[in-house]
């Protein structure tokens, strides 16, 4: 009997020790799974911040992307923009003016054989 008691009591402290060791393994278990929150939750809001200066970075390659499009027809070797409105406008004229001339040359060849005819 005393034997019996013995073993049951080895038993006891065998299984009061894995108890001990589990518990103190758990806690460690615990901390290691709240840093690992910690760490996580600090990478989500470098993240969200990473992500608000992509934003803000994003805006301005988009104003610079805009600004450089609007500089690039003001260049010293291209023309003018009103130069091409100039040239429509003397061509208009010259073709008016040509026209008209024309008109003018054989309504009056016209007219003056008319008036040796006549």
Same mark, same amino acid.
């Given at each position: &009997?005393?034997?019996s008691l /013995? &073993?049951?009591?080895e038993?006891?402290?065998? +299984? *009061?020790?894995?108890? !001990?060791?589990?518990?103190?393994?758990?806690? /460690?278990? $615990? !901390? +290691?799974?709240?840093?690992?929150v910690k760490?996580?939750s600090e990478?989500a809001?470098?993240? /969200?911040?990473?992500?608000?200066?992509?934003?803000? @970075?994003d805006?301005?390659?988009?104003?610079?992307? $805009? &600004?450089?499009? %609007?500089?690039?027809g =003001? !260049? +010293?070797?291209?023309p003018?923009?009103?130069?091409?409105?100039?040239?429509i @406008?003397?061509?208009?004229?010259v073709?008016?003016w040509?026209?008209? *001339?024309?008109?003018?040359y =054989?309504?009056?060849?016209?007219i003056t /054989? &008319? %008036? %040796?005819? *006549?």
């Amino acid at each position: &009997r005393k034997q019996s008691l /013995e &073993r049951t009591v080895e038993k006891c402290n065998d +299984i *009061g020790m894995h108890n !001990s060791t589990q518990f103190t393994l758990l806690r /460690e278990a $615990n !901390s +290691i799974q709240q840093q690992h929150v910690k760490l996580i939750s600090e990478t989500a809001d470098a993240v /969200e911040k990473q992500g608000v200066i992509l934003d803000d @970075l994003d805006q301005a390659v988009l104003d610079v992307k $805009n &600004r450089v499009t %609007d500089l690039g027809g =003001y !260049s +010293i070797w291209a023309p003018a923009p009103c130069l091409k409105n100039c040239c429509i @406008l003397a061509m208009a004229m010259v073709l008016f003016w040509m026209g008209l *001339g024309f008109l003018l040359y =054989y309504t009056v060849d016209h007219i003056t /054989e &008319r %008036d %040796d005819n *006549g």
